[in-house]
């Protein structure tokens, strides 16, 4: 049994494609995809470019047994003033806690070696959303992944600390809450808010726009760091013909845009019925399970710090939302949200929407004081 470090694309394919041999027979797993995965190992994509990477996995023989890549984001450290390693992509069997330690320790004296005092799993913007603690019967939306209740035992027994806790909030959209909505935006417009749903003519600008208001409304946000162009273009350009423009909006008052929303139809329900079957093999069957997806999720809001407090993010989201139920949609997510951001969380209760699933975000010091406290 041995640890090795990835150096080859040929690695990184078949690291990528390890998931199909944890979640082979899992009803509730969606496949990532492994292209994405490949260019993300080898720093190839936007949230690689200022970052150290080192992908790993254990192997006894020829059978891996668990992977894991440990990333050092500079933008993230320089912006909080820390030394601090993440480790993400996690996945492994069950029943292989001895060779899951090794993999871990070796990951961890990796990001050691690189100068970081201490590690972060699974929460970093442009690589991973936090693992999930329940929910394990139902789908993840799009953009979470999917892990089994034993990756916790196994990250525990390497000496992580639980650091933070976050939600996910799902709403049921009824008649009642459509009034509601409409008179959350009626209110805005009264006070002098405009209100514009994103441009999808000139895209590349609407993109400019939302990363330099996501940095602003997240700069002393917990975990958050500041994004480039290139890392939003994913989400935007990149995923254009998949997404619908009038989820997505902008709120401008006393002559400046203070405010944004970013929706998007939930991916993952058409992105499942595939079972990592490639999209342009079976593109018909792809196109009617889009057609018929009828979840979104509201994945990030923002509203600057001068305008807060005037009602503007409740806008921002019943915006957002009643446009998903003009086009039919029955449900919608307000995702995540960390357990004690509380503005953040009274808003999701606001439109109705109820704690659906929950995350964990974990910690582990390489030893001393802990850095701060948490």
């Known amino acids: 049994m041995q640890v090795k470090a990835l150096r080859t694309v040929e690695e990184f394919h078949r690291c990528a494609n390890f998931s199909e041999e944890v979640y082979r027979n899992h009803p509730h797993w969606v496949p990532q995809d492994v292209q994405h995965l490949v260019k993300l190992l080898g720093g190839e994509t936007a949230s690689g470019l200022y970052s150290r990477i080192q992908a790993f996995w254990v192997e006894d023989g020829d059978q891996i047994l668990g992977t894991v890549t440990a990333v050092i984001d500079e933008r993230y450290n320089q912006h909080w003033n820390e030394r601090t390693g993440h480790l993400l992509l996690f996945e492994a ?65 390497a000496g992580f600390v639980t650091e933070r806790g976050a939600v996910q909030y799902q709403v049921q959209f009824t008649t009642e809450l459509a009034s509601r909505y409409q008179q959350m935006v009626e209110r805005a417009v009264q006070s002098g808010v405009r209100l514009r749903p994103m441009d999808f003519d000139h895209l590349e600008k609407e993109t400019a726009l939302l990363t330099e208001l996501f940095n602003e409304t997240f700069a002393q946000h917990w975990g958050m760091n500041p994004i480039t162009e290139q890392v939003m273009h994913e989400l935007t350009v990149e995923l254009k013909d998949f997404l619908v423009p009038d989820f997505s909006w902008f709120a401008e008052a006393d002559g400046q845009t203070v405010g ?18 490639e999209i342009a093999e079976y593109f018909p069957e792809f196109q009617q399970a889009l057609a018929e997806i009828n979840h979104g999720i509201l994945l990030t809001i923002g509203v600057k710090r001068s305008h807060r407090g005037r009602g503007i993010n409740l806008a921002l989201a019943a915006s957002s939302y009643l446009a998903m139920i003009e086009r039919g949609y029955q449900t919608g997510s307000y995702t995540i949200v960390l357990d004690d951001n509380w503005p953040s969380r009274r808003t999701a209760e606001k439109l109705g929407c109820r704690v659906t699933r929950n995350f964990n975000i974990y910690h582990k010091e390489f030893g001393g004081l802990p850095q701060r406290e948490v």
């Open 93 to 157: 069997l069950p029943d292989q806690e001895a060779a899951v330690n090794l993999l871990i320790r070796s990951a961890c004296d990796w990001l050691r070696e690189q100068g970081s005092q201490a590690a972060r799993w699974a929460m970093l913007i442009g690589w991973q959303i936090p693992l999930t603690i329940d929910a394990y019967e139902e789908l993840p939306t799009f953009l979470h992944t999917y892990n089994p209740a034993y990756y916790h035992s196994y990250i525990k027994d």
């Open 260 to 277: 944004f929303v970013y929706s998007l139809p939930d991916l993952n329900q058409a992105l499942h019925r595939l079972r990592g079957r």
